[in-house]
């Protein structure tokens, strides 16, 4: 059974930065794509970037130019770089990584944007 842990969430200012990390206790060469979601209160669960196991990657219209998603084959993690974060960007942020038949889910990690 494949673990993914997330870090790097906290509380900062609008226009800050944060970066978060998704480390699976496995490679994560296992997953044919991987991704960040998130939650905010009241609403339902949305995509935010996806990457592929070759590098592609793909993002929600909302967070283009802000956000970058990425991979460490050999640190089997996957990073989220967050720039320019708006109050709308508050929510819990969820690691995912999707084989042929199943996906795995992590805890999530709270973003809190907020002055």
């Known amino acids: 059974q494949v673990q993914l842990v997330e870090s790097g969430g906290g509380l900062v200012r609008p226009g800050g930065s944060l970066r978060l990390s998704c480390t699976a206790s496995?490679?994560?060469?296992?997953?044919?794509?991987m991704g960040w979601y998130r939650q905010a209160p009241g609403t339902q669960r949305e995509l935010v970037a996806t990457?592929?196991?070759?590098?592609?990657?793909n993002y929600a219209d909302s967070v283009k130019d802000r956000f970058t998603i990425s991979r460490d084959n050999v640190k089997n993690t996957v990073y989220l770089q967050m720039n320019s974060l708006e109050p709308e960007d508050t929510a819990v942020y969820y690691c995912n990584g999707r084989e042929q038949f199943k996906t795995y889910w992590g805890q999530g990690t709270q973003v809190t944007v907020s002055s």
């Open positions: 990457i592929t196991r070759v590098g592609s990657t």
């Open positions: 496995g490679s994560i060469f296992r997953f044919n794509n």
